[in-house]
């Protein structure tokens, strides 16, 4: 009897390994396909209002619109603006054309958002760019290399999201562009390392939630409407958000079943919160409205910019045009959240072999990143100076 019930319970353990091995091998054939083998859409097609044959008309501007919210091409604030202005900067009647595809991106003044900005632009899509005063040097560059496409900068500090009029600007820049507003990028965030962490700059912590929460949630509130009135009024024009959040939880099988699946690095304590509620919040949207735009939550591992450098040694990493291009592809042909670069997707499968090594890997990432940031705010002379 004791040797049948052994036998049984031997059954059950090795139905469930050899279930857990076909579901595995079912996510590495989708992951093949995925990350290898699907094609980039047509983005300009899917995203453009000139798709659909009923677009004439729809993105024409009143020409009573400017006004004291227009942006001057060098205004910080801008609050005021020459009625007359004409340029890639300039609001008013000549500002978007009929069939104009715009995408907003956030944070494009260096890394993903600066190689974001770039690749749309190859694409043929107009940019409302929102960030620091060095975006202007990006703006420069497109206007040299891409003189038919359009480009608006916003200027922001977004540690200052807090602010009651922050969003302003921001929403009649929306208003203005209208149904053109096809792909949301939420792509900004500030990433600040501390070792230890209640030695670190209270204002850090404010700088840190206000740049990573706020901006997402109230963008993605704010360019919500106009993709739903852009799917209402035109059934073959899509609209997208895409969210760069970070990698928050992986899946466990085999022995990883013996550890959490959270991914939490230490010394990032604020940044690693603040990433944690724009995962939870993209894919709550994603939940609440798939099927009527395109949403892509991007959850990255190690992605090496002219910012994070010292990442070069870490497991995975990839360079950000890499990631960037990764992502075009995604678009429209996933939904929901999902890793940019098979690296990142298989290490979150291969901890589940060496449950033991996961803790002393992320300890190791979160010095490295604190390392660097203490060091730099040291440099600069400021511990609270840095343009995002």
Known sequence: MFLLKYRALLCILLSLIVFQLGLLLIKGGQGIYKYFLMKELDLLGRYSLCADANAVGTNAVDANAVDANAVDANAVDANAVDANAVGTNAVGTNANAVGDTWVVITGASSGQGYDMAIAFAERGFHLLLIGSKRTDELQQRLQREFPDVKTRVIHKDFRQAFEPDFFTEIQAAFDEIGTGLAILVNNVGHRVGWN???EMDAAYIRDVIATGTLVQSR????AIPFFLARQKKYKNVKSALINITA???????????TMSNEISVPYLSVYEAANAFGFYHGNSIYKEY????????????AVITENTGCLTDTLFNVKSQTFVANILKMLGNVQGHTC???????????????PALKDRML??????????FMAKASKNGEKNKYNI
């Open 247 to 257: 990698q928050c939880m992986h899946p466990n099988f085999l022995f990883g079943i």
């Open 290 to 301: 798939q099927g009527q735009f395109d949403i892509l939550n991007i959850t990255p591992g």
């Open 219 to 222: 963008l993605t509130h704010m």
């Open 340 to 354: 940019a670069y098979w690296g990142h997707g298989l290490s979150n499968y291969l901890i589940n072999f060496l």
């Open 196 to 198: 230890p962490y209640h």
């Open 363 to 372: 300890k190791k990432v979160g010095e490295t990143i604190a390392d660097d």
